[in-house]
């Protein structure tokens, strides 16, 4: 039991470096689920007791786990963590600005930023839907926002544009959800704001075909923005972004 708590007396090869530390990572030997990470930056500010046990704050797990990480399961994250009031963007930011740069340093920089918007979501499929935008490097939406009475999956304002992931369950076999849908639509439309719908099949099967389709309406509704979208004018009681919540 002793040799297992000693990773110095369990040591192998020296696996890569990790990227968000700059530190090497030790295996165990006859372990390889577990890995011993060590540090030459930490702070007492990085470090947390909860119930005697010691370990580090939030925006330093967030550090650790940054170059292990897919950019959307990191902004997703991040934004958890802030919406729980777990930690702040201003923490993170401060953090950061003492450790050395690589690239998952400026990835977290770029999630850290004060106008990125939150892309919380309450759907894996919506999940699916805003990973394939990240992948794509498309800008980042607001998410859940209100809008005129109804709740928009994915909301760029820029663009006056809202794209809507409809699931098979809540919106194909149901004559009500439908109408509603279509109401919407119709909705957003009298207030200048467009909207694109993916359905399931279309985020699993067809992706580069829709991402490529949102990208140039992004770009051409960016370049021809109606002139009475809720962005051009002050803000009305119609348009509550969520993210603002989470800066």
């Given at each position: 039991m002793d040799s297992e708590r000693d990773p110095e007396r369990n040591r192998d090869r020296t696996a890569d470096p990790d990227p968000a530390r700059g530190a090497p990572l030790r295996r165990v030997s006859g372990r390889p689920d577990v890995i011993f990470h060590r540090f030459q930056d930490l702070l007492p500010t990085d470090l947390r007791t909860l119930e005697r046990l010691p370990m580090t704050t939030v925006e330093r797990a967030l550090l650790d786990a940054a170059g292990a990480l897919p950019a959307r399961t990191l902004a997703r994250a991040l934004d958890e963590a802030v919406a729980a009031r777990w930690t702040s963007?201003?923490?993170l930011r401060e953090?950061?600005?003492?450790?050395?740069?690589?690239?998952?340093?400026?990835?977290?920089?770029?999630?850290?930023?004060?106008?990125?918007?939150?892309?919380?979501?309450?759907?894996?499929?919506?999940?699916?839907?805003?990973?394939?935008?990240?992948?794509?490097?498309?800008?980042?939406?607001?998410?859940?926002?209100?809008?005129?009475?109804?709740?928009?999956?994915?909301?760029?304002?820029?663009?006056?544009?809202?794209?809507?992931?409809?699931?098979?369950g809540f919106h194909g076999l149901m004559r009500e959800n439908f109408n509603r849908d279509r109401l919407k639509d119709r909705t957003l439309g009298r207030h200048g704001i467009a909207v694109v719908r993916w359905s399931e099949d279309d985020v699993a099967r067809r992706g580069l075909e829709i991402i490529a389709a949102l990208a140039t309406t992004i770009a051409r509704r960016h370049d021809g923005r109606p002139r009475d979208s809720p962005h051009t004018r002050p803000p009305t009681p119609g348009y509550a972004p969520r993210s603002a919540a989470a800066r």
């Open positions: 963007r201003t923490k953090l950061l600005d003492r450790v050395s740069p690589c690239p998952a340093v400026r990835l977290l920089a770029q999630l850290a930023d004060p106008g990125r918007p939150s892309g919380l979501t309450e759907s894996r499929l919506a999940e699916r839907a805003l990973a394939l935008i990240a992948a794509a490097q498309l800008p980042a939406p607001h998410t859940e926002v209100e809008l005129f009475g109804y709740r928009a999956d994915a909301y760029w304002p820029e663009a006056a544009l809202v794209l809507e992931i409809d699931s098979f």
